[in-house]
C-alpha cells in the first residue's frame, strides 16, 4: 500500500529544493566562480564619477559586499572601486548580518597590500575603516572569511 502522504511531502520537498536551487542559480556573480574575464555584473567605470571621492561606505553580508556610499554604488553587488593613485581614502565597512567577518584589500598575487586588512568582526551594526593612499598594487578587497562571494576589485588609475 503507498503511503500518499508521504510521497506528496517528498515530492514537494524535491520541486521546492530545485526552485530554491535554480534562484540561487541566478544570484551568483562572476566572483563566485574565481573567472575574471566575465565582467557582466559590475559597473561602468567612469573616471569622472570617481574624481571626488574619498569615503567609501560598504556593507557586509555573507552573499557579498553591498555598495552604500557613494550613491554610484549604492546598492551594487561587489562594486568596483576607482581610485586615484597617491590619493587618500577611508574604506569603511559594517557588519550587516552578525557572522563574523573582515576586509582586506590583496595585490594580484593575493598578498594583504601594506597591512590593509580590519579586525573580524563578529555583530552586526559594528563598523571598520581603513586609512590608505591608493596605489597600483591595489587589485581587490574581500573578506578573508568568505573570500569567494564577498570580494570586489580595485580599478586604481594612474
Do not use: K
Request: aromatic content about 6%; hydrophobic content about 30%; glycine content about 10%.
Amino acid at each position: 500500500m503507498t503511503n500518499h502522504r508521504s510521497v506528496g511531502r517528498r515530492r514537494a520537498l524535491a520541486v521546492s529544493g530545485a526552485a530554491l536551487t535554480a534562484g540561487l542559480a541566478g544570484c551568483t556573480s562572476s566572483s563566485d566562480d574565481g573567472g575574471d574575464d566575465d565582467n557582466e555584473w559590475q559597473q561602468p567605470l567612469n573616471p569622472d564619477d570617481w574624481e571626488d571621492v574619498d569615503e567609501i561606505q560598504l556593507m557586509g553580508y555573507t552573499g557579498g559586499w553591498e555598495g552604500a556610499e557613494p550613491d554610484l554604488i549604492d546598492g551594487i553587488r561587489n562594486p568596483t572601486l576607482l581610485l586615484f593613485d597617491g590619493n587618500e581614502y577611508e574604506l569603511t565597512w559594517e557588519n550587516a548580518d552578525g557572522v563574523n567577518h573582515n576586509l582586506a584589500i590583496r595585490n594580484e598575487d593575493n598578498r594583504v597590500v601594506s597591512g590593509l586588512r580590519t579586525a573580524d568582526i563578529h555583530s552586526r551594526g559594528d563598523a571598520a575603516t581603513l586609512e590608505f593612499e591608493a596605489n597600483s598594487n591595489m587589485h581587490e578587497y574581500l573578506c578573508e572569511p568568505h573570500p569567494r562571494r564577498m570580494l570586489g576589485y580595485i580599478h586604481v588609475e594612474e
